[in-house]
């Protein structure tokens, strides 16, 4: 049932989004120092710390401009289709993306050279949600239409659409179970931000139950916006060196790892080993600040490719701590245990759907809660895991049979064949939001 905002909810819900714009306000100094700590991490970038402060980097181009925001790489690059269409259905349109994250950004600068109109996309980092920095950014891009991607909820921000009459769509509306109920205090602050939206599309109809039961009211179309993403994008190039240095030997490889789970992945290279001497194992961290801190779990250190290190004949582990490199490393149709999801990590899991569309063969653990629908449709083409002895066991014969590993592969990508009209249903309707 939904949960439409009453006379109470409404006044309580603005009570709420005044207080979190008083705390925000109050909170900017804090944020200003944190953001250059972040800085020193490499979780930001110079050019990034006036930019979420909502200062612009460069010129807002005349005519229709659409936003679309999303917070990471998974999102990134699950957008990347929309705009193509976006840019394809309007050769006026100009569109602007933010995301919330470095390595988001880098992602962006690496796909769009490959897109038809790119000299219509603009990249910033998104606002932090402070009044005063989002209306700053708002009222220096106008843009006429927005699009906040998964679950992307923030206040302030949004408070300021609505004031400004941008429509705002949520794409792939994501809401778990758990941050329902973590939202059950502010209810009617929730409340008061889904009802903005002029359109949700939510990831699934277990997502869209909870959205429309936490306020959302024009939830038009429940697709994973992630269905049609198409392989992730390589350099040929870039892919003929890489098999050049792996010199046919057996790989496999570990993705977007997260801490938790890397011990247990290097017990699993090893117990392969064991059967298998001249197996290689590709460790890609999500974060790839973390290669240090993995390498230092082994002695001697592996090579780690941060460092322009490649493995030599005697390496079983190979860290790849570098950024925009999954859809290389992914290419080569080597089995992938997707991360994020083995015993001792926070988990979540991430998007399988991507090593499937590349022909790899997919093993994950099983914590997969904020992918259970990709999971769902990838059927028995997934192999579940959850010890280093469990992940040997999958390995062993996909890498001593090159036959195998092809079957299984294959298996995968007819599982995860994107859908070839979902993205311009999408680019349509924010068109339609934008231009009424």
């Not at 149709?333 to 022909?359: F, I, K, T």
Request: with cysteine; glycine share 8%.
């Amino acid at each position: 049932m939904s949960h439409r905002p009453t006379i109470r909810g409404r006044l309580c819900g603005a009570m709420l989004g005044a207080g979190w714009h008083g705390l925000s306000t109050l909170l900017a100094p804090i944020l200003r120092v944190n953001l250059r700590r972040r800085l020193a991490h490499g979780k930001e970038t110079p050019a990034s710390l006036p930019q979420r402060r909502g200062l612009a980097s460069r010129p807002r181009p005349p005519g229709l401009l659409a936003w679309l925001h999303a917070a990471s790489v998974g999102e990134t690059v699950a957008l990347m289709p929309v705009v193509q269409h976006l840019l394809d259905l309007d050769p006026t349109l100009h569109v602007l993306i933010t995301t919330g994250t470095v390595t988001g950004n880098a992602i962006l600068h690496d796909r769009l050279p490959a897109m038809t109109g790119q000299d219509r996309v603009m990249t910033q980092f998104a606002p932090l949600d402070v009044p005063c920095w989002g209306a700053r950014f708002l009222d220096y891009w106008r843009p006429d239409v927005g699009a906040l991607v998964e679950s992307e909820l923030w206040p302030n921000l949004i408070a300021a659409c609505h004031a400004r009459h941008v429509p705002l769509a949520l794409l792939n509306g994501r809401m778990s179970d758990r941050s329902l109920a973590s939202w059950r205090r502010a209810a009617c602050l929730l409340a008061r931000m889904l009802s903005t939206f002029a359109w949700v599309m939510a990831r699934s109809a277990e997502d869209a139950a909870r959205l429309q039961h936490g306020g959302a009211t024009r939830i038009d179309l429940i697709a994973d916006l992630k269905d049609a993403a198409p392989p992730l994008p390589h350099d040929p190039a870039a892919l003929a060196e890489l098999r050049t240095c792996l010199a046919g030997r057996p790989v496999w490889v570990a993705a977007s790892t997260h801490p938790g789970e890397d011990a247990t992945i290097i017990a699993a290279s090893a117990l392969v080993r064991q059967v298998v001497p001249d197996a290689l194992t590709i460790l890609i961290p999500r974060h790839p600040e973390r290669g240090t801190d993995i390498a230092a779990l082994t002695s001697p250190a592996p090579p780690r490719r941060a460092l322009g290190q490649a493995p030599t004949a005697q390496d079983g582990l190979w860290i790849c701590d570098t950024l925009g490199e999954m859809g290389l490393f992914l290419a080569l149709g080597a089995p992938v245990l997707m991360g994020n999801s083995l015993p001792g990590c926070a988990g979540g899991g991430h998007n399988p759907l991507e090593p499937a569309r590349a022909a790899c063969p997919v093993a994950s653990g099983p914590r997969i809660g904020n992918f259970r629908q990709a999971y769902a449709r990838m059927e028995d083409s997934v192999r579940f895991v959850e010890t280093a002895q469990d992940i040997a066991q999958w390995l062993i014969p996909l890498l001593q049979s090159p036959d195998a590993r092809h079957k299984a592969g294959e298996c995968a990508r007819q599982h995860a064949l994107p859908d070839p009209t979902l993205a311009r249903n999408i680019a349509h309707a924010l068109l339609a939001l934008g231009l009424r």
